[in-house]
Each structure stands twice: as C-alpha cells, then as structure tokens.
C-alpha cells in the first residue's frame, strides 16, 4: 500500500530556450506618397450595394412568376389529353 504513495522521480532538467531576435521595427514614412489623397476616387472605400427588403420581394416575386412560366411551357408540352 506504501507503494502507491510514493513520489515520482524527479524532472530531467532541461535548460530555458533561447530567445529569438527579432527584426527592428521599421517606419513606414517612405510608404506615405503612395497613399490615396483626400480628393482621389479611391480615398473613399466603395459604398456596397445593398437590397432593400421591398426590392428583395419584388425579385423574388419575378423569379417565381419567370419559373412559373416556364414550367408551364413545359407542362403544357409534355400534356396529351388522350392518355390522361
């Protein structure tokens, strides 16, 4: 029973790892005349285009009239009212 209560061997020592270096921090001043001016298109980001809910329903309703349609073109080739 003394057994199962005795302490487990000391850890191996293993020496902290060795820091790396890293680069400098550099400035970013050489980069400045490339960016956009104020009075460029492309100083303002795009504006997305967003659906309003009314113009969602409106395409929604077009798709389901254009999909109607065409199965009924479809329906109405496949119909032979002899072997109905």
Do not use: W
């Amino acid at each position: 029973l003394l057994r199962l209560f005795e302490p487990r061997p000391p850890l191996e020592y293993k020496p902290p790892p060795e820091k790396r270096k890293c680069p400098p921090y550099t400035g970013m001043a050489q980069f400045v005349s490339k960016f956009a001016n104020p009075g460029d298109p492309e100083y303002a980001p795009p504006k997305p285009e967003v659906e309003l809910p009314s113009q969602k329903r409106e395409r929604i309703h077009k798709l389901r009239l254009e999909k109607g349609v065409e199965k009924a073109a479809e329906d109405l080739k496949k119909y032979d009212p002899n072997n109905d």
